[in-house]
């Protein structure tokens, strides 16, 4: 999967490089992968590329789930975190949201310089009511995306984001196959980051799907 991307020498991003380059937000995601929640618990590892540089991930043209069009542009100034899923996605969606919230609010005071943009893969299904009601549950600052078939097809493109829609038992109980990654712009916009949560980790989705109620999936398999 590796060769579909164009990664500059020196892959691996270190928290120092990310502070050091005003990308705090960044950093803090990465910095989860050394401690677990309150220091409870280890905390499932981000396996983290530098893509600086990138010819892919130029941005986006969706609606929010407030019904505002948006784009990239909206959010400079920011650090945005884009992730790619569904609202009917068992364990990787959840879990990818959580640990992001949980990013936030490491951040503290810096946590206004974050932004998370969840773009979902499903519009047949994905209203803008369930979005508006799925993504901010797990943070109010979280911003839920979607558009036509067709626009949808286009950022996932841009973003070479693998997806695959796997039949259910009925005609709207398929899952959706997809990568994981979480991709992080700087503050002008730039892809600078793809990180991606361990295995383990994605076992919370599954925690935070049961306590918000969701039924387990139909049909599929975890992404």
């Known amino acids: 999967m590796s060769g579909e991307y164009v990664v500059q020498p020196g892959a691996r ?52 789930h407030t019904g505002n069009a948006r784009s990239l542009v909206d959010y400079r100034g920011k650090v945005v975190v884009l992730f790619f899923g569904f609202t009917q996605c068992p364990d990787a969606c959840p879990s990818a949201l959580s640990r992001m919230a949980e990013v936030r609010r490491r951040l503290g005071g810096e946590a206004a310089d974050l932004q998370v943009l969840f773009v979902t893969l499903d519009p047949e299904r994905d209203t803008q009511t369930l979005l508006a009601n799925y993504t901010p549950a797990f943070d109010p600052s979280f911003v839920g995306l979607y558009g036509t078939a067709a626009q949808v097809a286009e950022t996932a493109k841009g973003y070479k984001v693998f997806h695959a829609k796997v039949k259910g038992q009925t005609p709207t109980s398929y899952t959706i196959d997809h990568s994981t990654f979480l991709y992080v712009h700087d503050r002008e916009g730039r892809l600078r980051l793809m990180a991606r949560e361990s295995r383990k980790g994605e076992k919370r989705g599954e925690t935070h799907r049961r306590q918000r109620g969701q039924p387990p999936p139909t049909s599929g398999r975890p992404v």
């Open 13 to 64: 991003a270190s928290r120092r490089r990310w502070l050091a380059a005003g990308l705090r937000p960044a950093a803090a995601l990465l910095a989860l992968a050394a401690r677990g929640a309150c220091g409870r618990e280890a905390a499932p590892p981000f396996h983290s590329i530098d893509v600086t540089g990138a010819t892919f991930g130029q941005g986006f043209t969706l609606t929010d």
